[in-house]
């Protein structure tokens, strides 16, 4: 009986804990099917720097001696610019001098989880495509290999570090390619219909056009506002970040003037969004909704507005082509006035594993990535805005629909990093905390105090552990970022 | 000499199962264990913090939430299954003209992978544009689109998809078990006059009653750990309304899209409430299990 129970605690156990004791290993078999072949593994960068500085796209290394092709594996959360990437990469392995070969991984929904399995289990990729939001924590957990001792002086002027969104603690990680502006996304078609002129400027008014587009649209199914609220965090990090720093706070609850979080600068927007929610002015199973079925649904016109990034008219062109006509806009603030820049989010791109036994190939992948024709063609594509200042300055327009309302203006800029991912936040998240008063209502006052409380608790922890630098800064002005 | 030779013999043949339990399961239950008692993010060190995972366990809303759904879950999931797989055991147990395809139709969700169905009802029960709120306004049944992943439905939801994916496993064990029941039995009660229903409840069930209480005991543990379909359909949300247990434990380990923006994984934490889980899972299997054996002294 007591060998039975016994027993059952065991299975249960180690069904629980099984995964996580994968973690142990040693990652030795970092990378799946590598031939080997390449001498390359364990040397540090510095040693093999000075033989390979050819600037970037450059294909003249060394043949491999052994003639096996060297395979690579290069994982992607980026969908938007999957045919074009896929092209790059095919005429890559073709022409490659050195026998490499990438394989090329598209992963969207899951991509951050499918990473920390990877790595848990021994399999990570040889290169990622990394964040502003992830480059941080992958960078502190060792996945990434600093890539300074690859760089020539000359990639180094053309490649801009920039500290704390490439460059962690003085190592360089990535380089950029491009940057993304967050807008208002709106159905042209919709707001004809109804007989709204222009995208709303204030909240008010967006509660208001997104009632409009309801009456009008929901016969066929249309509803005036959106956000994909499968993952919460994933919705309101785009939504109502770039409304907070428009109207001049930061965008993931923290204050640079104070270094403390203080999530009062949510409130005016989750009222707004909760009254569209209570209005019904929101699309139906938004709770569910994902990007990707979203903007599916937006392309075939059942969406008035939302807010997204500048991806956006790439997956309009590819991957959903839009039926209807649509722009961009700037986001709305509380009183209609501008008073903080809103995000350009860039920096980084792509990034060689810590783990990859072929580090060298790895690099000569990234610089090929890296050379002007691909750089400039993605942002002539419309894939995104280019934040390489060479690549800027040479590169036509893109020639994309819907690109014009996403192209950077003063009003952009890039915020200093704020501690929000470095926190062991203990209890429910501000995004699931404010998500809920959207949904059932309550004291939305009590919730930003506990929010508060909870935040500054656990980055007055974090800051202890020396994992966070918090110093105020009275004089900062949200209108003065670059 | 003799009985020397035959216990190394014994333990010979042991020696591989043991090396596999020990390698798959006391080890990961030790490692476990042993992370309880720290703070672990998965890199650097980890840092001795005694009962402090307990402590936070203790007051953390957001599991004992997650506790209260799996109960609600699993509880609906059993009150479902459990009579309707016997009931269609019962009914595929006559003879009539295709019963092996109704036996093998209603089997078949068991062989597809949770994941994979729970994609598949999305694409039915999202309130955008499934397939389910089309029907119903098209027959009109409905006034107007139903939320099933809503806040209101989620759960009803989830439990019923569980049901369909569970139901033809239970049957078949249910069916393995009434083919035991020798038919003379049945006979000599109609010589004597019992109905159907007297000789299902007479008969049957006490009969199928060793079936029964595994499978049982088997279906409870299962609609306790079950959190597969439920991530894929779901993670969780709305609002929590669906975080379950094991969901819950899992996104500790590996922090879900909804986590990303603290994407430290917790492993000692996660090990802390994995280990309060199991506790948790086992106690309410040990319920049952004296529940039954007492059951069986009274009868």
């Given amino acids: 009986m007591r060998m039975k129970k016994l027993g059952i605690a065991a299975t249960i156990g180690m069904l629980a804990f099984s995964a996580a004791a994968c973690s142990g290993g040693s990652g030795n078999n970092g990378n799946n099917g590598n031939n080997g072949g390449n001498g390359g593994s364990g040397n540090p960068p510095a040693t093999e720097a000075a033989g390979n500085k050819e600037p970037a796209g450059g294909n003249e290394a060394k043949p491999q001696e052994s003639g096996k092709k060297v395979k690579l594996s290069y994982w992607t959360g980026d969908r938007h610019d999957q045919d074009y990437i896929t092209e790059v990469v095919k005429s890559f392995n073709a022409s490659s001098a050195d026998n490499i070969e990438i394989e090329l991984v598209v992963k969207t929904d899951d991509f951050n989880q499918a990473i920390d399995l990877a790595y848990a289990s021994g399999q990570a990729p040889d290169l990622i495509r990394v964040k502003e939001n992830t480059i941080q924590a992958w960078a502190k957990k060792g996945y990434l290999e600093p890539i300074d001792g690859y760089l020539s002086d000359e990639l180094k002027q053309k490649f801009p570090a920039i500290p704390d969104f490439n460059q962690i603690d003085g190592k360089l990680y990535s380089l950029p390619n491009y940057g993304s502006t967050l807008r208002l996304v709106y159905n042209k078609d919709l707001f004809a219909k109804a007989g709204v002129a222009a995208p709303p400027k204030t909240l008010d008014e967006m509660v208001e056009t997104a009632k409009k587009l309801t009456e009008a649209g929901k016969a066929e199914g249309a509803y005036g506002f959106a956000q994909n609220f499968k993952s919460t965090q994933s919705a309101l990090f785009r939504s109502a970040r770039v409304i907070a720093e428009a109207n001049g706070h930061g965008g993931l609850g923290y204050d640079f003037k104070t270094a403390r979080y203080d999530w009062s600068s949510y409130k005016p927007i989750v009222e707004a969004f909760k009254k569209m929610v209570d209005d019904g002015s929101t699309m139906p199973g938004m709770e569910s909704l994902d990007i990707d079925p979203l903007r599916a649904q937006f392309a075939e016109g059942k969406i008035g507005m939302y807010i997204s990034f500048s991806s956006e008219p790439g997956v309009y062109q590819n991957q959903f082509p839009a039926k209807i006509d649509w722009a961009a806009a700037p986001v709305p603030t509380t009183d209609g006035q501008v008073h903080g820049k809103t995000s350009l989010l860039g920096g980084q791109w792509l990034a060689i594993s810590a783990e990859s036994k072929n580090k060298e190939a790895a690099w000569k992948f990234m610089q090929y990535m890296y050379g002007d024709d691909i750089l400039k063609a993605y942002q002539e594509k419309g894939f995104g805005l280019s934040m390489v200042p060479h690549i800027a300055s040479s590169a036509g327009k893109p020639a994309i629909n819907g690109i014009e309302g996403f192209m950077p203006t003063e009003n952009d800029g890039t915020w200093p990093l704020e501690p929000t991912s470095a926190l062991k936040l203990e209890g429910i998240m501000a995004p699931d905390a404010f998500f809920k008063y959207m949904l059932s209502g309550g004291d939305l006052d009590a919730i930003v105090d506990d929010l508060n409380a909870r935040y500054n608790a656990a980055l007055d922890k974090a800051i202890a552990a020396g994992e966070v630098k918090a110093e105020p800064d009275p004089a900062f002005d949200p209108m003065k970022l670059k | ?299």
């Fill in chain 2, 1 to 299: 000499m003799l009985r020397l030779r035959q216990t190394g013999f014994s333990y010979l043949f042991l020696f591989p199962s043991f090396l596999l339990t020990a390698v798959l399961g006391l080890y990961p239950i030790g490692w476990a264990i042993w992370y309880m008692f720290f703070d672990y993010k998965g890199y650097g060190e980890a840092s001795f913090v005694g009962l402090a995972n307990f402590e936070r366990l203790a007051r953390d809303a957001q599991y004992w939430d997650s506790v209260v759904n799996t109960f609600v879950y699993a509880g609906g999931k059993l009150a479902i299954t459990i009579p309707l797989s016997l009931a269609l055991a019962v009914i595929l147990n006559r003879a009539f003209r295709g019963r092996s395809l109704l036996r093998a139709v209603i089997f078949l969700p068991t062989i597809i992978s949770s994941a994979v169905m729970a994609v598949v009802f999305y694409m039915l029960f999202n309130s955008y544009n499934g397939l389910l709120n089309q029907y119903l306004l098209k027959l009109n049944l409905i006034p107007e689109r139903i939320d099933w992943l809503g806040p209101d439905h989620a759960m009803l939801t989830t439990i019923l998809i569980a049901v369909w994916g569970a139901v033809g496993n239970y049957m078949l064990l249910f069916l393995a078990g009434l083919q035991n029941i020798p038919q003379d039995v049945y006979e000599s009660a109609s010589i004597d006059g019992a109905n159907g229903r007297q000789q299902f409840w007479h008969l049957t069930v006490p009969m199928l009653g060793p079936v029964l209480q595994i499978v049982i005991m088997l279906a409870i543990i299962n609609s306790l750990k079950g959190y597969e379909s439920i991530m894929v359909l779901t993670d969780g949300g709305p609002i929590g309304k669906t975080e379950v247990m094991f969901l819950y434990v899992y996104k500790l380990f590996f922090p879900t899209p909804s986590a990303s923006f603290t994407a430290d994984q917790q492993f000692g934490y996660g090990s802390a409430v994995g280990f309060a889980t199991a506790v948790i899972v086992g106690i309410v299997t040990l319920l049952y299990h004296l529940l039954s054996r007492r059951l069986n002294k009274l009868q």
